[in-house]
């Protein structure tokens, strides 16, 4: 069979990759083009896969001199497939939408960092809450963590009923946003080392329970102001002190446990799996500062602020865990953080069939 025939028989692949290159142009997606085969992951490998052979079927029409309209409907191919595999990443809506609300939780909820931190930091803080409470079965534990005198300058700060002015509010949140950063710099920046992170987190996990189950005895004063205060902005400040050390973790995962790159590249690909991490954490630090700053110190009813902190656990829970869980029907594929090494791989594969048909031509 010569190969004015082989091309022929090779049309429908053609026509496919033009269907493909069709889609990506419109909407920036393969699976816009129909069928199971051109979703996701999937549908990349096959873009990539006709990619190649387009090339290897240009380079072949060039050599043998085929008509000119065949080589000039492949040199077209050849380049729409071209831009699009190696296109700038789309910015419309649909593309944040799908970085928001797919891509990130589900980096999030799959990092191992992620779940190390928070089962140590919620973990810990917990256990200190129920020790710090609990005087008889854990005598002088709270006394010990946090020491005589700063457990009674806890009580006498919490003295007087929550009030303020609209100034006071503004500049508390300026405050808070400033001082919020700062503890998630600090957890993030040691996670460089690992056990200075862990050790930073493990000690905000003990203080900060011990404040609260000791305030949350009965006999201690200021109680009942102290938590008309933490209520409404605890969720969101919990989370994201957990979650900077888990961003700071991951750096240093990637710094020790290189997996066979260098240490630059290691630790390079890993501050890319720790940006969605670190994002929202500062997200986090920046609802929980203006929380701080305006409802938790304000005299709305408690109610008002357990409401605010029910429905902001809820919406982190909806967040990282429901959002990114894998659900197995999920088949919204092509922004997979997984994805990412294969794409790279088709792109280099890529790039050496061009370069074939750039040198056969």
């Not at 692949?13 to 142009?25: F, N, V």
């Not at 973990?123 to 534990?141: I, S």
């Not at 700062?182 to 993030?188: E, P, S, V």
């Not at 500062?282 to 357990?306: D, N, Q, R, W, Y």
């Amino acid at each position: 069979m010569n190969v004015a025939s082989i091309l022929d028989k090779r049309r429908v692949q053609w026509s496919e990759l033009e269907t493909l290159c069709d889609a990506m142009e419109s909407r920036g997606r393969t699976d816009r083009a129909g069928g199971a085969e051109h979703r996701g992951a999937q549908g990349i490998a096959r873009f990539a896969s006709l990619y190649r052979s387009a090339c290897a079927d240009l380079a072949l029409a060039d050599a043998y001199q085929l008509p000119p309209n065949t080589v000039t409907y492949l040199h077209q191919l050849v380049a729409r497939a071209h831009n699009q595999l190696y296109r700038a990443a789309p910015s419309e809506p649909s593309t944040w939408i799908d970085v928001l609300f797919y891509e990130a939780p589900r980096q999030i909820f799959a990092d191992s960092c992620v779940r190390v931190a928070t089962l140590l930091f919620f973990g810990l803080f917990t256990l200190a809450m129920y020790m710090g409470y609990d005087e008889q079965r854990f005598p002088g534990f709270a006394t010990a963590v946090m020491g005589e005198s700063q457990l009674e300058s806890l009580e006498s700060m919490y003295e007087d009923k929550l009030e303020g002015s609209l100034d006071h509010y503004v500049s508390m949140a300026g405050f808070y946003i400033n001082h919020n950063t700062g503890i998630g710099l600090t957890c993030f920046a040691s996670g460089i080392l690992i056990i200075p992170c862990l050790f930073k987190l493990a000690y905000n996990a003990v203080v900060l329970g011990v404040a609260f189950g000791y305030m949350a005895r009965p006999d201690v004063t200021g109680g009942e102001n102290f938590f008309q205060f933490v209520t409404a902005h605890g969720p969101f400040e919990l989370t994201a002190i957990a979650l900077s050390a888990a961003a700071g973790l991951r750096l240093g995962v990637g710094w020790f446990h290189t997996g066979g790159l260098n240490r630059i590249d290691s630790l390079r690909a890993s501050a890319i799996r720790a940006i969605p991490v670190m994002a929202a954490a500062a997200a986090m630090f920046v609802l929980a500062a203006f929380t701080e700053g305006f409802l938790s110190p304000s005299p709305l009813p408690f109610i008002f602020k357990a409401a605010w902190a029910v429905m902001s656990s809820g919406l982190i829970t909806f967040y990282f865990v429901i959002l990114g869980f894998p659900w197995p029907q999920r088949a919204h594929d092509d922004h997979s953080a997984r994805n990412e090494s294969t794409v790279g791989e088709l792109q280099s594969s890529g790039s050496t069939s061009a370069g074939r048909v750039t040198h056969a031509t």
